[in-house]
């Protein structure tokens, strides 16, 4: 089993191109979308799911109501329904931003999810012990050093891959099920917007790494 997540950050025109590609080979896929401005596109989250693919929800509730547990749950039931105005939604991703002080996943130590009629949290339902995980964080297939939240309890011992063209040759030796999260807005098709992801995060890396090294102190 594969199972193909995106995590819509930004830039829902290329959640689009990407869907579409997918679609073109047969692919189908979840993608996580924020309610913020500028990613929710309603017309853009209609056109992925019509394709066949998954809409979830992204949220990031416990870090908008800064750490408040019952501001965050209500905010949760109403961007929630609001999605659900539009496709249907029957799983959940926490959109874990770097900087952050809050984690949103903590939101369900005091609440349960399945009362909202969701069946998975992507982070918590998934038994990664049985599962290769493998994200594009940090604009890199195996960056544990710079990634302070998109991480899973696993006791599997990845294969280390840097490119792309590696995780290709790697994914069909792998004798589990795989779990693979892309980020959208990280993938281009001219070479200048590419060199710009490139470079910027290299310096955002630079930046986590400084954080996470201050936090473990
Ligand atoms: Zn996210």
Known sequence: VAIIRH????????????????????????????????????????????MGHEIGYHYEVLAKAQGDKKKAIALFEKELQELRTLVP?????????????????????????????????????????????????????????????????????????????????????LMEDISLNSHPQRWHDSYGRWLFELVGQNIKNLAKKYFLKSRNQ
């Open 89 to 173: 939604v029957k799983t959940i991703c926490m959109h874990g931003s770097p900087w952050s002080k809050w984690r949103d996943s903590d939101l369900w130590e005091d609440y349960d999810y399945s009362d909202y009629k969701i069946i998975a949290e992507a982070f918590l339902t998934l038994d990664y012990n049985s599962i290769y995980y493998y994200t594009d964080t940090g604009r890199r297939w195996d960056g544990g050093l710079y990634n302070v939240r998109d991480k899973v309890k696993t006791n599997l011992q990845s294969k280390e891959v840097r490119s792309t063209y590696e995780l290709i040759e790697i994914l069909p030796t």
């Open 7 to 50: 995590d819509v950050d930004k830039k829902p025109e290329n959640a689009l191109k990407m869907a579409e590609i997918e679609h073109s080979l047969g692919i189908k896929a979840t993608y996580y979308f924020r309610t913020t401005k500028g990613v929710y596109h309603k017309k853009i989250i209609m056109k992925i799911n019509e």
